[in-house]
């Protein structure tokens, strides 16, 4: 396995699946049901769904990278959280651990949200994580101290 894939994250450490076929490594995804192939990326995403299930939220409150259409244009998100009757908690974005959390990363977040509607957003690049609050009436994001749904 590749170990450089598999960089320590600002996040608790938890155990994962992997397997190798072909000379790939892959992890197993609990939402999806199966191995997706590591990397950089795929490793913060899968961080971030270990975080969420270690702060009891339901399995089956979490949808991971399904497609949205932005102006016409097919998108994915990486992570959405739902409420009880189904309204989208939150949002999150995931980078690799090598992309830095620039103004673009925002933006894509915030254009994303204008089709989903979350009350709160997270962007993570496995190192540094930024949690807001959507504001809707005054069209205003508050950025939080800490995860928001604790």
């Known amino acids: 396995m590749k170990k450089n894939l598999?960089?320590?994250l600002n996040f608790p450490t938890v155990k994962f699946k992997f397997k190798i076929n072909d000379n790939k490594t892959y992890i197993f995804d609990e939402?999806?049901?199966k191995f997706i192939i590591l990397t950089p990326e795929e490793w913060v995403r899968q961080n971030v769904l270990k975080f969420l299930i270690n702060k009891n939220?339901?399995?089956n409150h979490i949808s991971i990278e399904k497609k949205?259409?932005?102006n016409r244009l097919n998108k994915r998100f990486d992570l959405i959280v739902f409420d009880r009757n189904g309204s989208?908690?939150?949002l999150v974005e995931c980078k690799s651990y090598n992309v830095k959390l620039e103004q673009k990363v925002f933006d894509q977040i915030v254009i994303y949200n204008k089709s989903i509607m979350a009350k709160y957003m997270m962007i993570t690049n496995g190192l540094?994580?930024?949690y807001f609050e959507i504001d809707n009436t005054?069209?205003?994001y508050?950025?939080?101290?800490n995860f928001p749904l604790t």
């Open 57 to 59: 939220i339901p399995i």
């Open 68 to 70: 949205i259409i932005i």
């Open 31 to 33: 939402i999806r049901k």
């Open 138 to 140: 005054n069209k205003k």
């Open 128 to 130: 540094d994580h930024y």
């Open 6 to 8: 598999l960089r320590k």
């Open 88 to 90: 989208v908690l939150l």
């Open 142 to 145: 508050k950025f939080l101290n």
